[in-house]
């Protein structure tokens, strides 16, 4: 049984995959299986996998018979993964040299906790690579292993699934799996730091997170699609719904969940301008039903742009952002 399952889902990234998949197989230390996931990617990737997979045989290839979307080609890889922990990667990304020997020794360290999570830097076409602008929450003084309460600003991380190694008989108890459509990782993440008893930190940077500048991140394509953020979030409630003990996390969650909507409609390029009023509408009535008792909006222009979204008032919402915008360039 090898210590680590690195699964990357793969689909028109023939450009990059062969240095993503080089990132994997170059680590030292613990043994590794790859699971590559082609999700009926149109270009070369599929013959890239293959040959992959014939050099060494730590590489197994899963060729999806149908197009599925991120979420459920990474549930492809989770089906036939044997290592006692899970690492999930982009096609696009690369782990940093050293990665998971650096994660064995804390994981071994702290008694294999149940998730452990390191950093991430965003490189850039013209060779700059930029750390996350999270990293004081790495260098913060900390318990080696601890759970969410004793470090509740791990929920103000980005939640993306990558940045993480899971143990994987907690999630298989967890019961967690991603869903279809834009968004899959918070309905993963959220549950994941919530319910996990043991977590511990790697203050590293584990992935190299590509910014690309030809439209391949689909969260930055205007699509309707963004509306899917809605049902990924009643995943999460739902996820506390069935466990009464977690209960005292909704109002945290719920803020969360405020600031990413806020993201979501205000960054340009993702809601169609012709739909963000539905948006709003749409938020109204989601944060009506999902608003729990004991929320308190923050201080500031932050939280008042939060509430009139989550009242669904798009227009007093879009005269705060543009007096926000306007003291920027005042200021600058």
């Given at each position: 049984m090898?210590?680590?399952?690195?699964i990357?889902?793969?689909?028109?990234v023939?450009?990059?995959?062969v240095?993503?998949?080089?990132?994997v197989?170059?680590?030292g230390?613990?043994?590794?299986?790859?699971?590559?996931?082609d999700?009926?990617?149109?270009?070369?990737?599929?013959?890239l996998?293959?040959?992959?997979?014939?050099?060494?045989p730590?590489v197994?290839?899963?060729?999806?018979?149908?197009?599925?979307g991120l979420?459920?080609?990474r549930?492809?890889g989770?089906?036939?993964?044997t290592?006692d922990?899970?690492?999930?990667?982009d096609?696009?990304?690369?782990?940093?040299p050293?990665?998971?020997?650096?994660?064995d020794d804390?994981?071994?360290?702290?008694g294999?906790?149940d998730?452990?999570?390191?950093?991430y830097?965003?490189?850039?076409?013209?060779g700059r690579?930029?750390r996350a602008?999270?990293?004081?929450?790495?260098?913060?003084?900390?318990p080696a292993?601890?759970?969410?309460?004793?470090?509740p600003?791990?929920?103000?991380?980005?939640?993306?699934v990558?940045?993480k190694?899971?143990?994987?008989?907690?999630?298989?108890?967890?019961?967690?799996?991603?869903?279809a459509?834009?968004?899959?990782?918070?309905?993963?993440?959220?549950p994941?730091?919530?319910?996990?008893?043991?977590i511990?930190?790697l203050?590293?940077?584990?992935?190299?997170?590509?910014?690309?500048?030809?439209?391949g991140?689909i969260?930055?394509t205007?699509?309707?699609?963004h509306?899917d953020?809605?049902?990924?979030?009643?995943?999460?409630f739902?996820?506390?719904?069935?466990?009464?003990?977690?209960?005292?996390?909704?109002?945290?969650?719920?803020g969360r969940?405020?600031?990413?909507?806020?993201?979501?409609?205000s960054?340009?390029?993702r809601?169609?301008?012709?739909?963000r009023?539905?948006?709003?509408?749409r938020?109204?009535?989601?944060?009506?039903?999902?608003r729990p008792?004991?929320?308190?909006?923050?201080?500031?222009?932050?939280?008042?742009?939060?509430e009139?979204?989550?009242?669904?008032?798009?227009?007093?919402y879009?005269?705060v952002?543009?007096?926000?915008?306007a003291?920027r360039?005042v200021?600058?």
């Open positions: 090898p210590r680590f399952s690195v990357v889902p793969v689909h028109k023939e450009e990059y995959l240095e993503c998949l080089d990132s197989l170059g680590q230390g613990p043994d590794l299986e790859l699971i590559a996931v999700d009926r990617s149109p270009d070369g990737c599929g013959a996998l293959d040959a992959a997979a014939v050099r060494d730590r197994r290839v899963l060729h999806l018979p149908e197009n599925v979420g459920r080609a549930n492809a989770l089906d036939v993964a290592g922990y899970v690492v999930f990667l096609s696009d990304d690369t782990m940093t050293g990665l998971l020997e650096a994660v804390r994981l071994a360290a702290g294999d906790p998730v452990l999570v390191y950093d830097a965003r490189t850039y076409a013209d690579i930029t602008a999270s990293s004081h929450v790495f260098g913060a003084a900390s292993v601890f759970d969410l309460a004793a470090r600003d791990l929920l103000d991380l980005l939640q993306v990558w940045n190694a899971y143990r994987r008989d907690f999630v298989t108890a967890q019961g967690l799996a991603f869903p459509g834009y968004y899959e990782d918070t309905p993963w993440t959220y994941a730091l919530l319910a996990a008893r043991s511990t930190l203050d590293r940077v584990g992935v190299h997170y590509r910014q690309r500048q030809e439209g991140n969260l930055a205007a699509s309707r699609r509306f953020v809605f049902a990924q979030y009643d995943l999460v739902a996820f506390l719904d069935g466990r009464p003990g977690l209960d005292h996390w909704r109002p945290v969650v719920y969940m405020l600031h990413h909507l806020n993201t979501v409609v960054r340009p390029g809601v169609p301008p012709g739909d009023r539905e948006f709003f509408r938020a109204a009535a989601h944060c009506a039903r999902l008792a004991g929320y308190r909006p923050p201080a500031g222009v932050a939280g008042i742009r939060t009139l979204l989550a009242q669904g008032r798009y227009t007093p879009q005269a952002r543009a007096l926000a915008r003291r360039l200021r600058r």
